[in-house]
């Protein structure tokens, strides 16, 4: 039997692709190697409500960028998730918990700390239920027809003229499965894009990183309002370490590292918690789950869809994704799929799509992201008290790339030694540039 | 020695799509490295990729009950990879 289309991956991008596809009567199969809507992998439940960035919040003038923003109508316990930049069908009902996000803060080895918004009190996100969210999402798909198939993994996916050859394998055995197109939603750590021939010409960028979190309960949580907290302590870890709230009444501390270096990141967080200037914050907390993934920080792939296949959400690019743009991916890829299937150029619509929705198509993004070097890479604990210190006390707001970059001359006559530092005239970033 | 992964694996598919020899599959609890395929990547890497890339440390130990010796290793991963000639590093 051959269907229309075939979904490797039940995240929110797949479980969205899954839903729309289905209720626009394609003939559509899902395809999860894990349990359907349970999270294995360490991924963030992040729901932004802006169109900001992650490296800056500077709107980028050198490409129209249609980012998709998302607002929130909140029910006593139903709410519906809108897509702003998206048709009406592409809302979302979801039935879990909202933790609201007030703010983004900076926190150095002796508690100095900035953040990126003037307000503690506007909510700029919420940390949500994920696996919630993909189980609505799923059993929509599901009631609109899609065939679901969970602990199925696709190990290989043949693209021809005739369409899609999807080998799979599962308790059943090993199976190949046809389709006219595909939706590869496989996430960050992705084999199905490089086996497709979609990683040709893209350069390794800043290669691979590990990342690891672990869920704690009893936080003594160092705000009064949620927010996500990231803490710098370069004599522990050359990497930031991040903390915020995390479903159900929990949290979470996560850090990451490069492959390359052999770091230890459990020996780290647990220093953390235990033997650092932090760990008072965590002298009640237990460890309910541990989590890990990997990341490519590869470049993003400019041409996403391509023959019968369209590769969406973080196995196309490092990460700056996010839930909200994985679900707009999603929809995005049923409709323009659904238009390849009917003649017309859904490819092409699908590419423009993506090459316009995200911040990291954008060079001037990209430069002012990798234009400053990392606080916990390139500064002591003592210069890292002194730059974020003479932030708060000269009541600068924003991301720390924006601050160092609109304060550069400010901050070269009273701390020229960590200017210095932190804006070499030579750097070597590894190339975030999107490739075709 | 052959390398297997503990119970403090996470699930988390870094290492089995980097295994050069595709020795590592999903268990029925955690990920699991057929000894009969694994060659501690002796023919690929200087070091095991799946240590390097593994997040939780303690996932992955050497089996200290299945030592084999280098030429036992690099023939088997001759026979892996046919034709192909393996990327050798001084050993340790």
Redesign the interface.
Same mark, same amino acid.
């Given at each position: 039997m051959q269907y229309d289309l075939i979904i490797v991956g039940g995240g929110p991008g797949g479980a969205m692709a899954a839903r729309c596809a289905a209720r626009d009567g394609m003939n559509v199969l899902l395809v999860e *190697?894990?349990k359907a809507g349970k999270i #294995? *992998?360490?991924c963030s439940r992040d729901l932004r409500l802006g169109a900001g960035g992650f490296s800056s919040d500077t709107i980028p003038t050198d490409v129209k960028l249609k980012r998709v923003t998302v607002t929130i109508e909140v029910g006593s316990h139903h709410h519906r998730i809108h897509l702003h930049g998206l048709p009406p069908d592409a809302i979302i009902d979801y039935r879990g918990e909202l933790n609201p996000v007030f703010n983004e803060t900076l926190v150095s080895p002796s508690g100095r700390a900035f953040s990126r918004d003037p307000s503690d009190r506007d909510i700029e996100g919420f940390v949500v239920d994920k696996e919630q969210l993909m189980i609505g999402l799923l059993a929509e798909a599901h009631a609109a027809g899609c065939v679901i198939r969970d602990g199925t *993994?696709c190990v290989s996916i043949d693209d021809s003229a005739d369409g899609v050859q999807v080998r799979v394998t599962s308790d059943a055995g090993d199976e190949v499965l046809s389709a006219r197109r595909a939706i590869v939603a496989d996430g960050s750590?992705s084999?199905l894009v490089d086996q497709l021939g979609f990683n040709e010409g893209r350069s390794p960028g800043r290669g *691979?990183i590990?990342?690891?979190n672990l869920v704690l309960d009893r936080v003594k949580f160092p705000f009064p309002e949620f927010r996500r907290v990231r803490f710098c302590l370069p004599s522990l870890h050359n990497g930031i370490v991040n903390m915020g709230p995390w479903p159900p009444g929990l949290f979470q501390i996560s850090t990451s590292a490069s492959?390359?270096n052999?770091v #230890?990141? =459990?020996?780290i967080l647990t220093t953390f918690t235990t033997n650092s200037p932090f760990s008072e914050l965590f002298a009640g907390a237990k460890v309910v789950a541990? =989590?890990?993934? #990997?990341m490519d920080l590869r470049p993003p792939i400019r041409e996403a869809a391509r023959g019968n296949v369209m590769c969406i959400g973080d196995n196309a690019a490092f990460a700056e994704v996010a839930i909200k743009g994985a679900i707009g991916c999603g929809y995005m890829a049923a409709k323009f799929s659904k238009e390849a299937l009917d003649g017309r150029d859904g490819n092409a619509a699908y590419n423009d799509y993506w090459q316009h929705a995200f911040n990291f198509f954008s060079p001037q993004y990209n430069r002012r992201a990798d234009g400053v070097k990392k606080i916990t890479e390139a500064l002591t604990d003592a210069e890292t008290d002194d730059l974020i210190g003479w932030v708060e006390d000269r009541g600068f707001t924003g991301l720390p790339n924006d601050v160092v970059l609109k304060h550069r001359e400010q901050l070269e006559q009273d701390l020229p030694a960590v200017c210095e530092k932190l804006l070499p005239r030579e750097i070597d970033r590894g190339d975030r540039q999107a490739v075709a | 020695m052959a390398l297997r992964i503990t119970d403090d694996c996470?699930? /988390?598919? %870094?290492c089995i799509?980097d295994c050069p020899n595709a020795a590592i599959s999903?268990g029925p609890v955690i990920h699991v490295i057929d000894s009969n395929l694994c060659t501690e990547c002796v023919g690929s890497y200087e070091s095991p990729r799946c240590i390097?890339? /593994?997040? %939780?440390?303690?996932a992955i130990e050497w089996d200290a009950e299945r030592v084999e010796s280098r030429d036992t290793l690099l023939a088997r991963w001759g026979k892996l990879h046919p034709g192909e000639t393996p990327a050798l590093f001084d050993s340790k």
């Open positions: *190697r894990m #294995n *992998r360490f *993994r750590f084999t *691979r590990k990342f690891m492959v390359a052999d #230890n990141l =459990q020996s541990k =989590q890990a993934c #990997n | 996470l699930n /988390c598919f %870094a799509s999903e390097k890339v /593994c997040p %939780a440390d303690t």
